[in-house]
């Protein structure tokens, strides 16, 4: 809890007992920042070598990895709903991470972007933003997909290429 | 009261673009990123994505394959082509044991650019495989490290024996329109095969 002057690159302390920190509770485990005053109070290294001391990404959908809809891919399109549905919880009692891929719809987004702005694991991703649109904060557009093998398609991409000094 | 923060509602009415995307392939440190970033409008971003690992040892086809997950660094970038539509690249790992993420990353593709470096080719015989087999349109891009080529084109081709039909093109990652370029290469393809006039495969009898 004391904060210190920079994390020391571990030079390798097996014998470091673990850090004592329980009240490091918050779970953001994807920001790649060292968090100031995360290091253990004496003058070991971080004790687990990397990641060791953080939840598993998984933890933020309470260990959920799958029964997303399969039709969120990277490239899917993510926007806010103009307002929340009757009822739901404001927006400011909803996790940190729900708070921010909320303030990131304003315009739409693609779901690869939300993750990698956020930042958080695409697994962990999508499955947050299959939640949020559950309770009606987000529209995820799913069905606005294109045919790959339209001709159209391909020819509206070749000439907006083209387009490209 | 809770929503002095959000935007008028008709702010965000417009209609979302319809997302199209490129595979961007190869192996380590071939140009993937700077490929994607010569022509994207955003800086590259990354993603971290868990993917489903097949551990396929070349060396011992009798092993069974051993299924793990692994953490997979995608960098990207798109291109807004028009009010409606919205292309994105993807980069991805060229090493066969990230084949599953192909599988995720081809769905829906309009097509896939591998990118080579000629001094080392050996890198690219796994995407080279999965997207002949998976029917993928693909260009070959042999990346020309400060315009020096160490074999020439034909040279690659015959070494990767890909088929006939497959571009096989230099290029270089750092300028805009030569990436754009081999993309337009790329789609041309997708074109002719989405057009159907593409021979089929091998040659007529």
Redesign the interface.
């Known amino acids: 809890m004391i904060p210190r002057d920079g994390p020391e690159p571990a030079d390798s302390e097996p014998a470091g007992h673990s850090p004592a920190g329980p009240a490091r509770a918050r779970i953001r485990p ?1 920001l790649n920042a060292p968090r100031p005053g995360s290091q253990p109070t004496a003058g070991h290294g971080p004790g687990p070598p990397d990641g060791g001391e953080r939840p598993r ?1 998984f933890v933020l959908t309470s260990g959920r990895v799958d029964g997303v809809d399969p039709n969120i ?5 993510v ?2 709903r ?2 929340p549905p009757p009822g739901a919880a ?3 009692t909803l996790t940190p991470e729900m708070q921010a891929i909320i303030a990131m719809c ?3 987004v ?1 779901v ?2 939300i ?3 956020v ?1 958080l ?3 962990v ?1 999508k499955i947050l933003v299959g939640d949020l649109r559950a309770n009606g904060y987000l529209d995820v ?1 799913t069905t ?3 045919n ?4 159209e ?10 387009t ?2 | 009261m809770d929503f002095v923060q959000s935007p008028e509602p008709g702010a965000s009415s417009a209609a979302p673009p319809i997302p199209v995307k490129i595979v961007i392939a190869g192996g380590f440190a071939v140009g993937k990123t700077t490929t994607v970033g010569a022509i994207s409008e955003i800086a590259p971003l990354t993603t971290e994505a868990e993917m489903t690992e097949v551990s396929v040892g070349v060396d011992d086809p009798g092993q069974r394959p051993g299924k793990t997950t692994t953490t997979v660094a995608m960098d990207f970038g798109c291109v807004t082509i028009d009010a409606g539509l919205k292309l994105y690249l993807f980069g991805t790992p060229g090493q066969s044991r990230f084949g599953f993420m192909w599988n995720d990353l081809s769905y829906g593709a309009l097509g896939a650019m591998v990118i080579v470096d000629s001094g080392r080719l050996d890198d690219c015989y796994p995407v080279v495989d999965y997207f002949e087999h998976a029917g993928l349109p693909f260009v070959v891009a042999v990346n020309a490290f400060d315009g020096q080529l160490k074999h020439d084109l034909d040279a690659v081709r015959w070494a990767l024996a890909v088929r006939e039909d497959v571009p096989v093109v230099a290029f270089d990652a750092r300028e805009r329109r030569s990436v754009r370029d081999t993309l337009l290469v790329l789609l041309e393809l997708a074109l002719s095969r989405a057009a159907g006039d593409q021979v089929p495969a091998r040659t007529p009898h």
């Not at chain 1, 891919?73 to 399109?77: H, I, P, R, S």
């Not at chain 1, 790959?148 to 001709?151: L, V, Y």
């Not at chain 1, 398609?153 to 083209?162: A, D, M, P």
């Open positions: 994807f990404p891919c990277l490239e899917t399109q926007s806010v103009p307002a404001p927006v400011e304003a315009e739409p693609s690869a972007e993750s990698a702005r930042p694991h695409f697994g991703t557009h606005d997909v294109a790959p093998h339209d001709p398609t391909i020819l509206r991409v070749i000439r907006g290429l083209r490209i000094a």
